[in-house]
């Protein structure tokens, strides 16, 4: 970790000015907390006709909405066979130890987990280690495991692991552990290999752009419920009410040097085109017959995922936070709730993709910005450092990456070792399901051991 | 995030009385500041500015009241409030006029606290309590005690303009924050780090800076033993407090200190830390001034605050005197700020429950920050919630819009200045750029093209219902 002891805001202001002068306003964050990759990008709202999507495009401020329309149909005309990587953040940091449990192997687990272990004779055989298992609420995934369509990473992580949460997923994010780190793995990704005129290649499915995805050049974007995006005037009505809604984004339109003004301007003229341009997309998604989603939002974008697939958009990188991890209390009360969504959810995007012929073409990547202490709380767990991580997919190689390390040697702070590197991890993604050189990408590339994630 | 419609058939909305304007010293004081003083002129427009930078905006005749002052009366009538706050007006109610339980209803916490936004005759003691909120930023979504939540806000609110150090303490022994961030768990037997880091990390120091190591969040959670709590069916938790046989007694080795630190010397080696005055100051300054304070500015900020014995008012005095305040860039109105300066500008009282679905669609549910970071002041705007404070503007003006008569009545000479003047004026003068007049103008020319016969009275009238809504969804009114 370097120390900024010596100059505590140089890092601040560097970025604040960096902000400032990408027009964009001054982002507000602590001393200290790495600035989320992305921070300062442009953002302007975008529909595309051709596709029905209300967007949210980051980066590429020079380009308008027409070349952003030329982009997609010329990449769409050869998308049909385009790889995709799905990045899924399980945000918080999600206890490995309940998701693939230990067995008796391990006396060490029912040790240090007098009340969160899982009881004996529970769970679901993990067949690459009989000394763990999945945790009943993961059966979905176990039935994906089962197929040999997941590789699992039981202890990944990075040496020395960072334990703030705000800290450590910036370093996930980012692909190296670097504070100052701007620009997200997969949006360098896309800076590489991407295009400077379709701003689908990079979608996060939610509120917000996942710092992931934040690229330095090229434009990435946002969609979140694109059917509803109605606005009430009341008292106004007719053609007063038509040109009332216009003049609104007009008022975004003259450029001004006040951060403050121009943040507020340039996200009213994206409301205003993002209104005008939204009337197609009122239809949502159907899904295959047979496939059947939880409830929820992450199962809801996925599912919308897996119909935008189909309807020939063409993506690159995908990615999706599902949050609640933070288990430091209660976690006997949310955690396996908080599983069998996400495990559910998964299956049945599996599913949906293979109703659709389109398994081979997707790659899901799960993570989370560390594992949780062996060592628990009394009703919860704290911070800890490895973790477990998934790939996914019908063209997943199904094969461990890494042991478990076991839990009869921790590391310096009592927390799970790690065997295997985040870094690596993406190395290989890059290489062997994105086909590119992970040099240009990952920082030291090179010094990281790839393991075998593609069939 | 849930979106909800809720529309009801518009009738009239009853004038709230305006709350008297800031009282402080006389004017005539002067305060001192160790880093520049905005020297420029002090006027309507800058104590527009500085109302709602401080404050929730102005109510009607306020900017005047505060300009007359001049700039350091202005400044101390709302960092040195004299006495109790007093609530100016209707009390809150939900749809059917009954009184709001704040404790027990859900959502009826964070009408509460608008209602004291709106309200109040010290606005700035609500807007540090909403500073402290974020601060600490503490969610009922896992405390899921709308009292405790309440009682928390109480104590930001009595700690306003006060010692940080106090409220650093007085916060670690509050209900919410110890089953916000696990203290009653937190037991000699099995230490949980939660609040250790978090005080550390997002509450005192800031992460990365090297100020602290693993080990020292280790070391201070074993300080921090000792809360416990009762929990009934009748009464949830409730019985608060510090156990000595569950704390620690040993030695713990903190910050390179070793001693038998109890939880309170804990706490205040935080505050006392070298790094703690650097983080404080940033932060403090970050919500009232939307650039970075020099290097200069900075450490003078830091000697007073250390000087002071880590009170919060000195230092922010100096910063909301400071040029880059008044003189400097725009800044986006936090929500639920926009929302109450709306309520005040229109003289509107808190009067149903839909406030909590408009503020949360514009990006913020009070007592439900997003996480123990707070509210994210960097991204406030975006196509969601631009939309958001667009109908946070429409419900305000249910209700206030003209109907019937005065639509279709409407004075068939009035041009498109006229119009934007008229808007302008019923809005109560807020700041506008010279570009925005100019589309507004262009847009009241607009409106009318092509219309006859009826239209153009009728038009005339919607069109001023237009140029009002236009004027407070603006960008300039989404900033100061």
């Given at each position: 970790?370097?120390?900024?002891?010596?100059?505590?805001?140089?890092?601040?202001?560097?970025?604040?000015?960096?902000?400032?002068?990408?027009?964009?306003?001054?982002?507000?964050?602590?001393?200290?907390?790495?600035?989320?990759?992305?921070?300062?990008?442009?953002?302007?709202?975008?529909?595309?006709?051709?596709?029905?999507?209300?967007?949210?495009?980051?980066?590429?401020?020079?380009?308008?909405?027409?070349?952003?329309?030329?982009?997609?149909?010329?990449?769409?005309?050869?998308?049909?066979?385009?790889?995709?990587?799905?990045?899924?953040?399980?945000?918080?940091?999600?206890?490995?130890?309940?998701?693939?449990?230990?067995?008796?192997?391990?006396?060490?687990?029912?040790?240090?987990?007098?009340?969160?272990?899982?009881?004996?004779?529970?769970?679901?055989?993990?067949?690459?280690?009989?000394?763990?298992?999945?945790?009943?609420?993961?059966?979905?995934?176990?039935?994906?495991?089962?197929?040999?369509?997941?590789?699992?990473?039981?202890?990944?992580?990075?040496?020395?692991?960072?334990?703030?949460?705000?800290?450590?997923?910036?370093?996930?994010?980012?692909?190296?552990?670097?504070?100052?780190?701007?620009?997200?793995?997969?949006?360098?990704?896309?800076?590489?290999?991407?295009?400077?005129?379709?701003?689908?290649?990079?979608?996060?499915?939610?509120?917000?752009?996942?710092?992931?995805?934040?690229?330095?050049?090229?434009?990435?974007?946002?969609?979140?419920?694109?059917?509803?995006?109605?606005?009430?005037?009341?008292?106004?009505?007719?053609?007063?009410?038509?040109?009332?809604?216009?003049?609104?984004?007009?008022?975004?339109?003259?450029?001004?040097?006040?951060?403050?003004?121009?943040?507020?301007?340039?996200?009213?003229?994206?409301?205003?085109?993002?209104?005008?341009q939204l009337a197609p997309f009122q239809g949502g998604y159907t899904t295959p017959a047979g496939v059947t989603y939880p409830a929820g939002d992450f199962a809801t974008r996925l599912s919308a995922l897996a119909a935008m697939l189909d309807g020939g958009l063409p993506l690159k990188v995908v990615a999706i936070e599902s949050g609640g991890y933070d288990t430091h209390s209660n976690q006997a009360g949310s955690l396996p709730a908080d599983l069998l969504e996400i495990g559910d959810s998964l299956r049945a995007f599996q599913r949906d993709l293979e109703a659709r012929l389109l398994q081979d073409r997707v790659l899901v990547h799960v993570w989370s910005e560390f594992g949780r202490r062996p060592e628990e709380n009394g009703s919860g767990t704290d911070h800890g450092a490895a973790g477990a991580g998934f790939v996914i997919g019908s063209q997943a190689r199904g094969e461990m990456v890494g042991e478990f390390p076991g839990l009869a040697t921790l590391d310096e702070d009592d927390n799970l070792r790690n065997s295997s590197d985040f870094r690596g991890v993406y190395c290989a993604l890059l290489e062997q399901w994105l086909g590119v050189d992970a040099g240009p990408i990952i920082p030291n590339a090179s010094s990281f051991a790839r393991p075998?994630?593609?069939? | 995030?849930?979106?909800?419609?809720?529309?009801?058939?518009?009738?009239?909305?009853?004038?709230?009385?305006?709350?008297?304007?800031?009282?402080?010293?006389?004017?005539?004081?002067?305060?001192?500041?160790?880093?520049?003083?905005?020297?420029?002129?002090?006027?309507?427009?800058?104590?527009?500015?500085?109302?709602?930078?401080?404050?929730?905006?102005?109510?009607?005749?306020?900017?005047?009241?505060?300009?007359?002052?001049?700039?350091?009366?202005?400044?101390?009538?709302?960092?040195?409030?004299?006495?109790?706050?007093?609530?100016?007006?209707?009390?809150?109610?939900?749809?059917?006029?009954?009184?709001?339980?704040?404790?027990?209803?859900?959502?009826?916490?964070?009408?509460?606290?608008?209602?004291?936004?709106?309200?109040?005759?010290?606005?700035?003691?609500?807007?540090?309590?909403?500073?402290?909120?974020?601060?600490?930023?503490?969610?009922?979504?896992?405390?899921?005690?709308?009292?405790?939540?309440?009682?928390?806000?109480?104590?930001?609110?009595?700690?306003?303009?006060?010692?940080?150090?106090?409220?650093?303490?007085?916060?670690?022994?509050?209900?919410?924050?110890?089953?916000?961030?696990?203290?009653?768990?937190?037991?000699?037997?099995?230490?949980?780090?939660?609040?250790?880091?978090?005080?550390?990390?997002?509450?005192?120091?800031?992460?990365?800076?090297?100020?602290?190591?693993?080990?020292?969040?280790?070391?201070?959670?074993?300080?921090?033993?000792?809360?416990?709590?009762?929990?009934?069916?009748?009464?949830?938790?409730?019985?608060?407090?510090?156990?000595?046989?569950?704390?620690?007694?040993?030695?713990?080795?903190?910050?390179?200190?070793?001693?038998?630190?109890?939880?309170?010397?804990?706490?205040?080696?935080?505050?006392?830390?070298?790094?703690?005055?650097?983080?404080?100051?940033?932060?403090?300054?970050?919500?009232?001034?939307?650039?970075?304070?020099?290097?200069?500015?900075?450490?003078?900020?830091?000697?007073?605050?250390?000087?002071?014995?880590?009170?919060?008012?000195?230092?922010?005095?100096?910063?909301?005197?400071?040029?880059?305040?008044?003189?400097?860039?725009?800044?986006?109105?936090?929500?639920?700020?926009?929302?109450?300066?709306?309520?005040?500008?229109?003289?509107?009282?808190?009067?149903?429950?839909?406030?909590?679905?408009?503020?949360?669609?514009?990006?913020?549910?009070?007592?439900?920050?997003?996480?123990?970071?707070?509210?994210?002041?960097?991204?406030?705007?975006?196509?969601?919630?631009?939309?958001?404070?667009?109908?946070?503007?429409?419900?305000?003006?249910?209700?206030?819009?003209?109907?019937?008569?005065?639509?279709?009545?409407?004075?068939?000479?009035?041009?498109?200045?006229?119009?934007?003047?008229?808007?302008?004026?019923?809005?109560?003068?807020?700041?506008?750029?010279?570009?925005?007049?100019?589309?507004?103008?262009?847009?009241?020319?607009?409106?009318?093209?092509?219309?006859?016969?009826?239209?153009?009275?009728?038009?005339?009238?919607?069109?001023?219902?237009?140029?009002?809504?236009?004027?407070?969804?603006?960008?300039?009114?989404?900033?100061?």
């Amino acid at each position: 970790m370097p120390s900024c002891g010596c100059n505590d805001y140089s890092r601040t202001q560097l970025l604040r000015r960096a902000a400032a002068e990408a027009g964009r306003g001054l982002p507000a964050i602590e001393p200290g907390m790495p600035m989320p990759a992305g921070t300062g990008l442009t953002r302007r709202s975008f529909v595309s006709r051709a596709t029905g999507l209300a967007l949210s495009v980051y980066g590429a401020a020079s380009l308008g909405p027409k070349a952003f329309e030329e982009g997609i149909a010329a990449a769409a005309a050869q998308a049909s066979s385009e790889r995709v990587l799905v990045s899924i953040f399980l945000s918080g940091g999600a206890d490995s130890l309940t998701m693939l449990a230990p067995t008796s192997a391990h006396p060490q687990y029912a040790a240090a987990r007098p009340t969160l272990a899982l009881p004996g004779g529970q769970g679901i055989p993990f067949a690459e280690d009989s000394s763990l298992r999945w945790h009943p609420s993961l059966a979905g995934l176990a039935e994906l495991y089962g197929e040999g369509k997941v590789s699992v990473m039981p202890a990944i992580g990075y040496d020395d692991a960072n334990q703030s949460h705000f800290t450590s997923r910036h370093y996930w994010e980012v692909g190296e552990v670097n504070p100052f780190g701007r620009w997200g793995w997969l949006g360098r990704y896309l800076d590489e290999h991407g295009v400077a005129d379709n701003p689908l290649q990079g979608l996060a499915l939610g509120w917000d752009l996942q710092p992931v995805l934040a690229a330095r050049d090229v434009p990435v974007a946002t969609v979140a419920e694109p059917d509803n995006y109605g606005f009430w005037t009341p008292g106004v009505w007719g053609t007063v009410q038509d040109k009332m809604l216009d003049a609104f984004g007009d008022l975004g339109d003259p450029p001004t040097s006040d951060v403050g003004l121009s943040q507020a301007r340039s996200a009213v003229a994206a409301t205003g085109r993002l209104r005008d341009q939204l009337a197609p997309f009122q239809g949502g998604y159907t899904t295959p017959a047979g496939v059947t989603y939880p409830a929820g939002d992450f199962a809801t974008r996925l599912s919308a995922l897996a119909a935008m697939l189909d309807g020939g958009l063409p993506l690159k990188v995908v990615a999706i936070e599902s949050g609640g991890y933070d288990t430091h209390s209660n976690q006997a009360g949310s955690l396996p709730a908080d599983l069998l969504e996400i495990g559910d959810s998964l299956r049945a995007f599996q599913r949906d993709l293979e109703a659709r012929l389109l398994q081979d073409r997707v790659l899901v990547h799960v993570w989370s910005e560390f594992g949780r202490r062996p060592e628990e709380n009394g009703s919860g767990t704290d911070h800890g450092a490895a973790g477990a991580g998934f790939v996914i997919g019908s063209q997943a190689r199904g094969e461990m990456v890494g042991e478990f390390p076991g839990l009869a040697t921790l590391d310096e702070d009592d927390n799970l070792r790690n065997s295997s590197d985040f870094r690596g991890v993406y190395c290989a993604l890059l290489e062997q399901w994105l086909g590119v050189d992970a040099g240009p990408i990952i920082p030291n590339a090179s010094s990281f051991a790839r393991p075998a994630l593609v069939a | 995030m849930k979106k909800k419609k809720h529309r009801r058939p518009a009738r009239p909305a009853p004038v709230q009385p305006a709350p008297p304007p800031p009282q402080g010293p006389p004017s005539g004081v002067k305060l001192d500041s160790p880093i520049a003083i905005y020297s420029g002129g002090f006027g309507v427009r800058e104590a527009e500015r500085l109302l709602w930078r401080a404050g929730f905006g102005p109510s009607p005749g306020h900017a005047q009241v505060l300009a007359s002052m001049g700039l350091h009366a202005a400044v101390a009538a709302l960092t040195r409030p004299s006495g109790a706050p007093t609530l100016t007006g209707a009390d809150p109610t939900d749809e059917d006029g009954n009184p709001i339980a704040p404790a027990d209803f859900w959502g009826h916490d964070h009408l509460w606290f608008l209602d004291r936004m709106v309200r109040t005759d010290q606005p700035l003691v609500e807007r540090m309590t909403l500073v402290w909120h974020d601060w600490f930023a503490t969610s009922n979504d896992s405390v899921g005690q709308q009292q405790l939540m309440l009682d928390q806000n109480e104590l930001f609110r009595r700690h306003a303009l006060g010692s940080f150090d106090q409220l650093v303490h007085d916060v670690t022994q509050d209900p919410a924050m110890i089953v916000w961030l696990n203290l009653d768990q937190n037991s000699r037997w099995s230490p949980n780090e939660n609040y250790a880091r978090e005080l550390m990390e997002l509450f005192t120091l800031g992460a990365d800076r090297g100020a602290y190591t693993e080990q020292d969040v280790r070391q201070l959670a074993r300080a921090l033993t000792g809360f416990e709590f009762d929990w009934s069916d009748e009464l949830g938790m409730h019985n608060f407090r510090y156990v000595e046989a569950s704390h620690d007694p040993d030695d713990k080795t903190v910050f390179g200190q070793t001693g038998a630190w109890t939880w309170e010397q804990g706490v205040a080696m935080c505050v006392r830390h070298p790094m703690h005055p650097s983080f404080f100051v940033q932060k403090l300054w970050s919500y009232f001034i939307p650039t970075p304070p020099t290097q200069a500015d900075r450490q003078a900020l830091e000697a007073l605050y250390v000087s002071s014995g880590y009170q919060v008012r000195p230092v922010l005095e100096a910063i909301l005197l400071h040029p880059d305040l008044h003189a400097g860039s725009r800044m986006v109105k936090p929500p639920v700020v926009l929302l109450a300066g709306l309520l005040r500008a229109l003289q509107r009282s808190v009067d149903g429950e839909y406030w909590i679905w408009y503020s949360e669609n514009a990006g913020q549910r009070l007592f439900y920050p997003p996480d123990v970071s707070g509210w994210d002041d960097s991204r406030w705007l975006d196509t969601s919630t631009v939309r958001g404070r667009f109908e946070l503007v429409s419900r305000a003006l249910s209700g206030r819009v003209l109907d019937g008569d005065a639509v279709d009545g409407y004075d068939t000479t009035e041009t498109p200045e006229q119009a934007v003047a008229a808007a302008r004026a019923w809005a109560g003068d807020p700041a506008l750029t010279s570009e925005t007049v100019a589309l507004l103008t262009s847009f009241a020319a607009d409106a009318l093209a092509g219309a006859g016969g009826w239209q153009l009275s009728t038009y005339r009238g919607l069109r001023q219902n237009a140029l009002r809504h236009l004027i407070l969804a603006s960008p300039d009114y989404q900033t100061s």
